[in-house]
């Protein structure tokens, strides 16, 4: 139904390129979730044509290159051409961008590599995936964390948040006879909007933060936001570290508070902190 040959998934490590193969291989081909993480696994080097799965008719075939970094220059450019050639199966290739432009460089004169470079500048300077329809660049780099063009809710921070913060994974909380010492519980009741009904506004000021980095030319990737808000939310403790500091001392939660863990960890801990998670230093 298109005469797309070649998708290109460019972006850092991080922006879930695998995770939207994988997806592919869930909503387009009908295969499971396990299915297709074991595809993923073993069938997405581009050595194999992925067929639709049985549960599913009138798809076509994938051939996926799940990390071009595992190949050398000149081999990566060898699967560009024949992907490019392509005429029955959708290819589809990860690629930082610098693997890619690399690629590209090594037969530059090719048909293929001229253009895919033309989409990859006419991407970058407009925004479209596709001048020709044939070949598709989908830079994840472009894709914001935050973005509230259709309502901040729409976000990817607070989708990940409403989530995470649902009153109905935290039932294990509701008897332990520590919840109203444990800062983690703090920060649920403080984020989740069935505890507080100021949590839907203190949730929109984490956006506009993320936003104000991203506007300052910050690349959040989706592993960077999962971890930010797992950081914040937890402060990196367990809950038996909160048994056992609540147990033996006082006033020591507050540092743990989500608003206090934006901006500074707390004292002693976390030295490798700002190396597992970049965009807190910044």
């Known amino acids: 139904k298109t005469n797309a040959t070649l998708v290109i998934l460019t972006g850092d490590a991080g922006h879930g390129k695998t995770h939207l193969c994988r997806r592919i291989l869930e909503t387009i081909l009908g295969y499971s979730e396990s299915e297709a993480r074991a595809l993923i696994k073993d069938s997405c080097d581009g050595s194999k044509i992925i067929e639709q799965s049985s549960a599913q008719q009138d ?42 432009r690399k690629v590209l460089a090594t037969d530059k004169d090719s048909e293929a590599s001229k253009q895919i470079s033309h989409e990859l500048s006419a991407h970058s300077e407009t925004g479209t995936t596709s001048t020709n329809g ?14 509230k063009e259709n309502g901040y809710r729409k976000s990817l921070t607070a989708q990940a948040l409403k989530i995470w913060l649902d009153g109905r994974k935290w039932s ?17 009741r403080m984020l989740s909007e069935s505890q507080s009904p100021e949590a839907e506004k203190r949730q929109e000021r984490i956006v506009e933060l993320l936003s104000a980095a991203e506007r300052l030319g910050e690349v959040i990737t989706i592993r960077d936001l999962l971890m930010l808000i797992s950081y914040i939310i937890t402060g990196g403790l ?25 901006y500074e960890a707390p004292k002693g801990t976390y030295s490798e902190l700002y190396k597992v998670i970049p965009i807190l230093e910044r």
């Open 172 to 188: 294990a909380c509701t008897n332990c006879e520590k919840q109203l010492r444990c800062p983690i519980y703090h920060n649920f």
């Open 59 to 100: 798809s076509r075939a994938l051939r996926i290159f799940k990390d071009f970094s595992e190949f050398d220059a000149s081999k990566a450019s060898d699967a560009l051409k024949d992907a490019y050639q392509s005429k029955e199966e959708l290819n589809i290739v990860c690629a930082n961008e610098g693997k890619l």
């Open 134 to 147: 044939k070949i598709h660049i989908i830079n994840l780099n472009f894709q914001s964390v935050s973005s």
């Open 238 to 262: 367990e809950c038996k570290d909160v048994q056992r500091r609540a147990s033996r001392s006082k006033g020591w939660q507050n540092e743990y508070s989500y608003y206090n863990l934006l």
